[in-house]
C-alpha cells in the first residue's frame, strides 16, 4: 500500500482520498460496523476507537442467539446452548492468542482490565525488603496507577518510596527506549516488577516491548504490560518478547463494546507454577474436577487458572463478532493500512503547520500505532467543539490535547481528509 510521509507531494483533495480508498484492500470492512450520523444523516467522522470502537454488525445477532438459547434452554444451555456456555470462552482462545502473539495456553478472556491488572500483580509483584519498587511510565493511565499504588501499600511499602517512574526528558514529551533500559539498569537492584503500557495513551507512543522485557529479565525482574492501547492496533508477539504478564481490555481497538470483557496473557514458564501466589476462583479450577466442588483449589495450567468466575456471555458475544474481523482481516493488512492511513492525515495535517499546535506523537511509524495526539496551546477546546459541531467525534483530554485516531477496519482516508481540513480551519477560527 502507498506509504505517505511529510515529503511525499500528492494532492490534499477529495479525490485524491477517495482514490487511495478505492485502492484499499480493507476498505469493504467499514461497512462491518456500524458509523454513528451527524446530525445532517451523514456519516460522523469517527476517529475515537483508541476510546470506544464501533459497533460491528455482527454483534447484535451473536447476542441475540445467546438471548434465544438462555430463553429455549434455560441453566441447559451451558451444555446444549448453539455455543455452549460451559465451554465458551474457548471459542475465543485461538483468536485472542494470534492477536497476542502467544501460545493458546498463554491467553484467556475474563474480566476488565484493572481487574485482570491487580491479580497479575498479585502473582508477579513479590516484593521484598531489597527489591520492592514498580517502574512504572510517568503519567500512566490513572486507573494503574491506582492499581500500583494500591498494590504497593498493600504490601506494607509506601508508594513515594516504592514507585519509579520513567518521565520524557525536559522537552520532550515521548520516552526514549535508552533512557527505560538505563533506569532499569541502574536501579535494578531494588526493581521488583516493571509495568509499562505497549502505547502510551496519551501520547500514542509504541514502545519497545521487546527490548524493554529483555532488559527487566535479564536483572530477573518481573515484567508486565498493559496492552489497552495495543490490543488491536499494533502487531504483538507476547510470547517470543518474553513477557510474564500482559492485560488488555476489549472495547478499545478491539470493537467489543462498553465494559466488553478483558484480555490476559501469563506466560507458558509460569503456567504450572503451582507455588505462585494468586486469588482463586472456581472458575480457575481443574476442569474435570470443578464440579467435585472439592476444598481444595488445584489450577488450570496456563492463563485460565487465573480465571475467577464463570464467564459473561453476553459481554463475550461481542467480542466474538470482532475477533471474527480481525482474523477475517488479518493483522499485518490492518497494521499495514493503519501505517499509511496515520502517516496521510499526518502528512495532510503537517501540510498547513500554525505555531499554535505540535504533534505529540512520535514521527517516525515504528513509534507509533494509529493515534495522533495533537497539543493545542490556546483555545484548544474551542477547536475542538468546533471539530464536534462539525461533525468529527474525537477525544479531548485537559488540559490541552486532541487525540485522534484513525482505526484502519473503519476509517476511509476520506475521514483524514476531511479532518484535516477541518482542523485546519478551526484553528484558523479559534485560534487566529
Ligand atoms: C482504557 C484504559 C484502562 C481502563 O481500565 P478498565 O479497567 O477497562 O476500565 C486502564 N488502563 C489503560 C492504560 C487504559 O488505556
Not at 482520498?17 to 451523514?42: K, M, Q, V, W, Y
Not at 470506544?52 to 451444555?79: K, Y
Not at 518481573?222 to 502487531?235: E, S, Y
Not at 478483558?262 to 479450577?285: K, M, Y
Request: some cysteine; overall charge negative; aromatic content about 8%.
Amino acid at each position: 500500500m502507498m506509504q505517505h510521509n511529510p515529503e511525499t507531494i500528492f494532492p490534499d483533495t477529495l479525490d485524491h482520498a477517495l482514490a487511495l480508498d478505492r485502492d484499499d484492500p480493507l476498505a469493504r470492512f467499514r461497512e462491518r460496523f456500524h458509523i454513528p450520523a451527524h446530525r445532517d444523516g451523514s456519516d460522523a467522522i469517527y476517529l475515537c476507537g483508541n476510546s470506544l470502537g464501533l459497533q460491528p454488525r455482527s454483534a447484535r445477532g451473536m447476542i441475540a442467539q445467546e438471548l434465544d438459547d438462555w430463553a429455549a434452554l434455560g441453566v441447559e444451555g451451558h451444555f446444549h446452548a448453539a455455543h455452549p456456555w460451559l465451554s465458551y470462552h474457548e471459542l475465543l482462545t485461538a483468536q485472542t492468542a494470534r492477536l497476542a502473539g502467544a501460545l493458546p495456553g498463554e491467553v484467556v478472556v475474563m474480566n476488565s482490565l484493572t481487574v485482570n491488572l491487580h491479580l497479575m500483580l498479585v502473582s508477579f509483584y513479590r516484593p521484598t525488603a531489597q527489591r520492592n519498587a514498580i517502574l512504572i511510565e510517568h503519567m500512566a493511565f490513572p486507573s494503574d496507577q491506582y492499581a500500583v499504588d494500591s498494590q504497593i501499600r498493600h504490601h506494607g511499602y509506601d508508594p513515594e518510596q516504592a514507585r519509579i517512574d520513567v518521565a520524557p526528558r525536559e522537552g520532550e514529551h515521548c520516552l526514549r527506549t535508552a533512557d527505560i533500559l538505563e533506569r532499569i539498569d541502574r536501579e535494578a537492584g531494588r526493581i521488583a516488577l516493571v509495568l509499562l503500557g505497549g502505547v502510551n495513551y496519551y501520547t500514542g507512543q509504541l514502545m519497545d516491548m521487546r527490548a524493554i522485557a529483555a532488559a527487566a529479565r535479564r536483572h530477573g525482574i518481573a515484567v508486565g504490560f498493559d496492552l489497552a492501547h495495543a490490543a488491536g492496533n499494533v502487531p504483538l508477539a507476547l510470547h517470543d518478547w518474553d513477557a510474564d504478564f500482559a492485560v488488555w481490555c476489549s472495547y478499545k481497538y478491539l470493537n467489543a463494546g462498553p465494559g466488553a470483557v478483558a484480555g490476559c496473557f501469563v506466560h507458558e514458564r509460569h503456567a504450572r507454577r503451582a507455588e505462585l501466589p494468586r486469588f482463586a476462583g472456581w472458575w480457575g479450577h481443574d476442569k474435570e474436577s470443578r464440579f467435585r466442588m472439592g476444598p481444595d483449589f488445584r489450577a488450570i495450567p496456563g492463563a485460565e487458572g487465573w480465571q475467577l468466575s464463570n464467564a459473561p456471555i453476553l459481554s463475550m458475544a461481542p467480542l466474538r463478532a470482532s475477533m471474527d474481523i480481525f482474523d477475517e482481516a488479518g493483522m499485518t493488512a490492518i497494521r499495514a493500512k493503519s501505517d499509511a492511513l496515520t502517516g496521510y492525515l499526518l502528512s495532510l495535517l503537517l501540510r498547513r503547520p500554525h505555531p499554535v499546535w505540535t504533534v505529540l506523537t512520535p514521527a517516525d511509524p515504528a513509534q507509533r500505532g494509529a493515534q495522533l495526539s495533537l497539543h493545542v496551546a490556546r483555545n484548544g477546546r474551542a477547536v475542538f467543539q468546533r471539530l464536534a459541531e462539525q461533525g468529527v467525534i474525537c477525544d479531548w483530554r485537559e488540559p490541552d490535547v486532541i487525540r485522534v485516531a484513525p482505526a484502519p477496519l473503519y476509517n476511509s482516508f476520506a475521514d483524514a481528509q476531511r479532518f484535516a481540513a477541518l482542523f485546519h480551519d478551526s484553528v484558523e477560527q479559534c485560534c487566529g
